[in-house]
């Protein structure tokens, strides 16, 4: 049977997950490099589910690519690499991350943020752990100097820093519909620092990852990187976007507080006042 008809296991990036998929179209190139010889074997690509096209290139290593075990002695030829385009999304992007300019700041420490916060989630999901480490920490740095802390202070002290310094958060803990977000009555008040202590304490294991990764040729693990990732995000997100959020949230149920039908009058209330109208004289 023509390539072009088998159906293979393969990542579907819309399904973002292995699917039976069908090979449209394939065609291979043959280079050598050091005098051996590897194919690239190019194939178009629907997945069976969603009908997803993509590109997916299968690179097969000469039989002298490998690794010895060392336990069994056995030799283990280096196989097949498969790469794929679009390139699989191993990191999600927060659908907020757009907005982190456009919204909020315009100013050069939010489009550096952006920026570093893109380059981070490519090499996420190119498994490229310690180049991403060393980005997280950077993104961090970048977040302490939008918060306006003293760019001499030792990363320990900014995060000391981070944790006293008292803001004041508005709460709409009674929002009065018939009012605009901005016309309503802050209710309540409270202060709280920047970073909590648990927070404080989290940051700066973030902040060695990226040292250990950056100066000791340490490469954290996938499951640590995305567990600094939501701690870094979820900070991005409640300090700089939520606000503005809650503010939209509150104008939307707004508007639709006029499509809620209204209670409909009982049966009994209702006959009751039919009977109460007074007949239309008689002729
Ligand atoms: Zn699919």
């Known amino acids: 049977m ?12 819309r399904c973002n997950a292995e699917r039976n998929c069908y090979i449209r179209a394939d065609g291979t190139n043959v280079e050598f490099l050091g005098g051996l010889r590897r194919d690239f074997n190019y194939r178009l690509m629907s997945c069976a589910g969603c009908d997803y096209i993509f590109c997916m290139c299968v690179i097969t290593h000469p039989k002298e690519y490998g690794s010895f075990d060392d336990e069994t002695g056995e030799f283990h030829s280096a196989g097949q690499e498969f790469i794929y385009f679009p390139g699989i999304v191993r990191q999600p992007r927060p659908e907020w991350l757009t907005r982190l300019t456009f919204f909020v700041g315009e100013d050069d420490n939010h489009d550096r943020l952006r920026s570093v916060l893109e380059q981070i989630y490519i090499a996420l999901d190119n498994e490229l752990h310690v180049l991403a480490a060393i980005g997280i920490r950077a993104a961090f740095e970048i977040l302490v100097n939008i918060f306006g802390v003293d760019e001499q202070l030792t990363f320990p002290q900014k995060i000391d820093w981070l944790k006293s310094h008292k803001i004041t958060v508005e709460e709409h803990v009674s929002p009065e519909p018939q009012l605009s977000p901005q016309e309503r009555p802050v209710i309540h008040i409270k202060e ?9 304490e989290a940051f700066k294991t ?7 990764a950056a100066h000791r040729g340490w ?8 567990t600094l ?9 409640r300090e700089m976007l ?4 809650q503010s939209w949230h509150y104008h939307d149920v707004d508007e639709y507080k ?10 009994k209330r209702d006959t009751k006042a039919r009977k109460s109208k007074t007949p239309p004289p008689e002729k």
Do not use: W
């Not at 709280?192 to 404080?200: A, T, Y």
């Not at 006029?258 to 049966?267: D, G, K, M, N």
């Open 219 to 226: 490469e954290p693990g996938a499951e640590v990187l995305a």
């Open 206 to 212: 973030l902040v060695e990852v990226g040292n250990a």
């Open 2 to 13: 023509p390539i072009e008809r088998q159906t293979v296991k393969a990542h579907c990036g």
């Open 258 to 267: 006029s499509l809620i039908p209204r209670r409909a009058l009982s049966r």
């Open 229 to 237: 990732m939501k701690l870094l995000e979820s900070t991005i997100y």
């Open 192 to 200: 709280r620092g920047i970073l909590g202590e648990q927070e404080s």
């Open 242 to 245: 939520e606000p503005f959020d």
